[in-house]
Structures are given as C-alpha cells and as structure tokens.
C-alpha cells in the first residue's frame, strides 16, 4: 500500500493488505482482491522492488494512434504484425505483454515478411 519512513526520510517499514480471489470474471479468471481491514506492517530498511515484468510502456504513451489493447498493449494482426496505423509493424513484448525471445523472434520474421509485401506491392 506504501511505504513507511523516519523524520530523516530512511525507511522503516512497508504497509501491505491481505489479498484474496474475487469472483471469476467474463474471461473464468479470478483476479485478486483486498480484504478490507486487513492491513499490516512489514518492518525493513531495504525494499528491492520485484512485483512482475510488462513491456515499457513509454512507447505506447509516446505514440499512442496504433489501437491498444485492455491491457495498453499494441494491437496487430497475428498473421501480418500490421497495427491499426498504415505502415506501422509492431511485435513481442509490447503486443504479447512479457512473454519469450522465441515468440518477439517469430513475430518479428512475420513482419519482415509483411513489410517487403507492403513494399513491394503496396499492400
Ligand atoms: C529478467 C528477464 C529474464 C528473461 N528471461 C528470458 C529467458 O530466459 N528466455 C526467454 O525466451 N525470454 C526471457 N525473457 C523475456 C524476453 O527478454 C522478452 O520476451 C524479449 O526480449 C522481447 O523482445 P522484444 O524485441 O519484444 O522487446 P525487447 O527485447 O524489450 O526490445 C525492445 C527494444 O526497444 C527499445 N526501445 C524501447 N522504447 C524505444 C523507443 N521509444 N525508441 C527506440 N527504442 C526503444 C528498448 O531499449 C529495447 O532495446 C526475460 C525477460 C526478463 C525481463
């Protein structure tokens, strides 16, 4: 929920909330949420964030007209890498959401693929 500090700015402690599985939602999924009331301290000094990886999100902030995703990630078409924006390809991690070298690879040859069409053809 937040960090605790001293007066000198030091940390003292993290303030966490107890989780639970809430109802499963369109997609079967249940996704976590707070018990209310359930709030407790973690003493420390140290806090080395490691709560999961996504893709860098300054791009899809930065250039925001290809159409993204519910979760801020750049739509395409699988086939193709093509974006909703004419001449722009995109593929791995910012269309999957963190995932593998293998699959941001393969949709990487796709496009390459794609782009001579476009270039070539125009299509
Ligand atoms: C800690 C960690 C361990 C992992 N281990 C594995 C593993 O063992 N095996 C595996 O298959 N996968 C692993 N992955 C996942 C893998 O690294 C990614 O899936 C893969 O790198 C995605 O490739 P990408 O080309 O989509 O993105 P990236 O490799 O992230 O490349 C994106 C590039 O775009 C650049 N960039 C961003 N914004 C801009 C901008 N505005 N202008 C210009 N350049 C920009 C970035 O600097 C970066 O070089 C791991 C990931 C992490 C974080």
């Given at each position: 929920m937040r960090y605790l500090g001293?007066?000198?700015?030091?940390?003292t402690g993290i303030e966490c909330v107890r989780m639970e599985l809430g109802e499963p939602d369109a997609s079967?999924?249940?996704?976590?949420?707070?018990?209310s009331g359930s709030e407790f301290v973690v003493k420390c000094d140290l806090a080395i964030v490691?709560?999961?990886?996504g893709a860098n999100p300054?791009?899809?902030?930065?250039?925001?007209?290809?159409?993204?995703?519910?979760?801020?990630y750049v739509?395409?078409?699988?086939?193709?890498?093509?974006?909703?924006k004419k001449g722009v390809w995109a593929g791995g991690d910012i269309v999957t959401g963190a995932a593998t070298v293998i699959l941001a690879m393969g949709a990487?040859?796709?496009?390459?693929?794609?782009?001579?069409?476009?270039?070539?053809?125009?299509?």
């Open positions: 001293s007066d000198k700015g030091q940390l079967g999924r249940r996704r976590p949420i707070e018990i490691a709560i999961g990886s300054l791009l899809t902030r930065s250039t925001p007209d290809p159409p993204l995703n519910k979760r801020g739509m395409t078409n699988p086939e193709t890498g093509k974006t909703g990487g040859r796709k496009a390459a693929d794609s782009i001579h069409e476009y270039l070539t053809w125009g299509r």
